[in-house]
């Protein structure tokens, strides 16, 4: 969640902030916080939801990882899209992606305290 909720206020503000140029700044600084969101919120999911579905369990950490995986290529590619002066596929990918990751988190977050009460 820290280093979302700048890439959810580059999303929103960034295009007032910037003049022109704003598209490449904003995506450049949303592409570095989303990827360390990613590296730190959906990697450790995905190789976890890897090792076990190599055992023949399947969780939907897996889908969310993988999700979040093709959020961030897809922010990427908007972004290089961007660039070159043409829109984006899927806009406010990067935003989608540290919304999930943090929506997950706060689920897995309080499921764990439930169960340790009991």
Same mark, same amino acid.
């Given at each position: 969640?820290?280093?979302?909720? +700048?890439?959810?206020?580059?999303? $929103?503000?960034? +295009?007032?902030? &910037?003049?022109?140029? =704003?598209? @490449? !700044?904003?995506?450049?600084?949303?592409?570095?916080?989303?990827? !360390?969101?990613? $590296?730190?919120? *959906?990697? +450790?999911?995905?190789?976890?939801?890897?090792?076990?579905?190599?055992?023949?369990?399947?969780?939907?950490?897996?889908?969310?990882?993988? *999700? =979040?995986?093709?959020?961030?290529?897809?922010?990427?590619? &908007?972004?290089?899209?961007?660039?070159?002066? *043409?829109?984006?596929?899927?806009?406010? *990918?990067?935003?989608?992606?540290?919304?999930?990751?943090?929506? !997950?988190?706060?689920?897995? !977050?309080?499921?764990? @305290? @439930?169960?340790? @009460?009991?």
């Amino acid at each position: 969640m820290i280093f979302g909720l +700048p890439v959810l206020a580059l999303h $929103y503000f960034g +295009p007032k902030l &910037g003049g022109a140029d =704003s598209s @490449r !700044w904003t995506g450049l600084l949303q592409s570095l916080l989303a990827g !360390w969101t990613l $590296y730190i919120g *959906a990697i +450790p999911l995905l190789t976890e939801s890897a090792l076990l579905l190599c055992s023949g369990k399947l969780k939907i950490d897996l889908v969310i990882s993988v *999700a =979040s995986v093709i959020l961030y290529i897809l922010g990427v590619v &908007g972004w290089i899209f961007s660039l070159r002066g *043409a829109n984006a596929p899927v806009r406010g *990918a990067f935003s989608f992606l540290v919304i999930v990751l943090v929506f !997950w988190s706060g689920v897995q !977050w309080l499921w764990l @305290r @439930r169960v340790d @009460r009991h």
